[in-house]
C-alpha cells in the first residue's frame, strides 16, 4: 500500500516514479476510412420550394490515429493519442481532432490530460446498430438537409454539456471492478479544443465555465448473456453577463461609436444526464437510451432530450443486419412547437476480411417544424452503400 500511495502521489506532481532510458516506445498508429454512397430522394416544405437535394453523394469519413506509448519498470504507460481528420472538416485549419496524453496502469486506472470527450460521454450507450452510416451522428446530413445536432440529446446519445466538443479537460477512469468502471471529467472552459488551449474569458457569453462529468459503464457476461449499461451526469456554470452591441453617444446602432452592452444572465447553468443499455443472447443484441441535455439558454439553443431503441442479429456466416430507431426533440420555448428529429435504418454488414466490410442500408430521416414553425418540415429516403477500412 505504501508504495502504491507513493506512485500514486508522483503522478499528480507530474514526476516519473523511475527513469525511461532502458525503455522503448511503441510507435502504435491505426485508423479508419468509411465510404458512403447513396441516393436521396428529399422533400421540403415551404421555404425550399425551388431547391433540388434528389440523386447521388459520396461522403467520407476517417482518421489517422497515432498513438505511441512507453511502459516502465513500475508498470505504468505513458503515450499520447493524436487524431488526424482525414477530410480537414471536423479539426480545424491543422486537422487535428483529439490529442491528449494518456498515464495508466493496471493498479491505478486511467488519467487522460487534454483535449477529448469527457468521462461521461465515453461511458453512454446507446442502440445497437449494423455498419458505419449512424443514424446519431451527422451522417445523415450529408445526403440531405437535415438538422442534427451531435453531442446534444436531440441527436445522440453521447452528449456533453452545452454540446462542448473535445475541450481541455482532466480525465479519470478506474480500474474495472468485476466489470465496474466509473469516471471523471473536469475541463476548465467550453472554449477550447485540441488546436485551442486558452488563455479563457470566464465571461464570455458563449463560454461555460468549470465543466464537471461523471459516467458510470457496468459490462459483464453471465453464461450466454452479456449486459453492458452506462449512465452519466454533467453540469458546468454559465457566464455571469449577456454581451450585446449597444447605440454610442450618436444614440444610433450599428455606427462605429458602438458600445458593448452587460446584461445580468439569467439563464441557468447547463446540465446534461442519460442512462442506456445493450443486452446480448446468442446472436441477438438489443437496446437503447434515453438523454436530456437542459442548456439554460446558452447561444440560444433550447432544452433537448432524444432516445433510442435497436436490434442486431449476427447470422451464421459473415454477414449481420440491425434495425436501430432515433427520435429526439428540441424546446424552442413556449408557446412554440418542438422541433424534431427522427431517424430509422435497416442496414446489413458483411466481413470480407481483416479490417474490411462492407454495408448496405437504408434508412429514413425528418426534420418537424425547424425553428418551431408548424409544417416546417424536411423528410429524406436514402438508400446506400459502404465500405469500411480499420488498420
Known amino acids: 500500500m505504501k508504495k502504491h500511495l507513493l506512485c500514486t502521489s508522483a503522478i499528480a506532481l507530474g514526476v516519473a516514479a523511475a527513469p525511461a532510458a532502458a525503455q522503448e516506445w511503441n510507435l502504435d498508429w491505426g485508423g479508419y476510412y468509411n465510404t458512403h454512397v447513396g441516393f436521396a430522394d428529399v422533400s421540403a416544405g415551404a421555404p425550399r420550394i425551388g431547391q433540388d ?39 480545424g485549419v491543422d486537422g487535428i481532432d483529439e490529442s491528449y496524453v494518456t498515464i495508466s496502469s493496471d493498479t491505478i486506472g486511467r488519467i487522460e490530460l487534454g483535449g ?25 446530413s450529408g445526403f440531405a438537409p437535415i438538422s442534427h445536432a451531435f ?50 474569458d470566464r465571461n464570455a457569453t458563449t463560454n461555460v465555465t468549470d465543466v464537471f462529468d461523471i459516467g458510470v459503464r457496468y459490462s459483464q457476461s453471465f453464461g450466454s448473456t452479456d449486459v453492458t449499461i452506462g449512465a452519466r451526469w454533467g453540469t458546468g456554470a454559465a457566464a455571469d453577463f449577456n454581451a450585446a452591441p449597444g447605440a454610442g453617444a450618436d444614440g444610433i446602432l450599428g455606427t462605429a461609436d458602438d458600445v458593448t452592452v452587460l446584461t445580468p444572465n439569467l439563464g441557468s447553468d447547463p446540465e446534461t444526464w442519460g442512462i442506456g443499455a445493450q443486452i446480448g443472447y446468442g446472436a441477438f ?14 447561444g440560444g439553443v433550447g432544452d433537448q432530450e432524444g432516445w433510442s431503441l435497436g436490434a442486431t442479429y449476427d447470422i451464421d456466416g459473415p454477414w449481420s ?36 466490410s462492407w454495408d448496405v442500408w437504408a434508412v429514413y430521416a425528418e426534420n418537424q417544424d425547424i425553428g418551431g414553425i408548424a409544417n416546417n418540415d424536411i423528410e429524406a429516403t436514402i438508400v446506400g452503400t459502404s465500405i469500411n477500412l480499420s488498420f
Not at 53 to 65: T, Y
Open 321 to 356: 443486419v440491425g434495425l436501430t430507431g432515433f427520435n429526439g426533440s428540441i424546446d424552442n420555448g413556449a408557446g412554440v412547437n418542438d422541433t424534431e428529429y427522427n431517424a430509422y435504418k435497416l442496414s446489413g454488414s458483411r466481413e470480407l476480411g481483416a479490417g474490411v
Open 53 to 91: 437535394w434528389d440523386g447521388m453523394a459520396v461522403l467520407g469519413d476517417g482518421e489517422i490515429i497515432f498513438t505511441p506509448s512507453v511502459t516502465l519498470d513500475n508498470g505504468m504507460t505513458f503515450g499520447i493519442n493524436v487524431q488526424y481528420e482525414a477530410q480537414n472538416g471536423g479539426g
Open 116 to 140: 477529448e470527450n469527457s468521462a461521461g460521454y465515453k461511458s453512454m450507450v446507446g442502440a445497437p446498430g449494423v455498419g458505419s452510416f449512424a443514424i446519431m451522428s451527422a451522417s445523415v
Open 285 to 298: 443484441t438489443v437496446g437503447g437510451h434515453y438523454a436530456e441535455n437542459d442548456n439554460g439558454g446558452i
Open 151 to 200: 453531442r446534444q440529446a436531440s441527436g445522440s446519445p453521447w452528449t456533453e454539456v452545452a454540446g462542448n466538443n473535445d475541450v481541455q479537460r482532466v480525465s479519470y477512469f478506474t480500474p474495472s471492478f468485476n466489470g465496474l468502471t466509473v469516471g471523471v471529467s473536469y475541463a476548465p472552459s467550453t472554449n477550447s479544443n485540441a488546436s485551442n488551449v486558452g488563455p479563457f
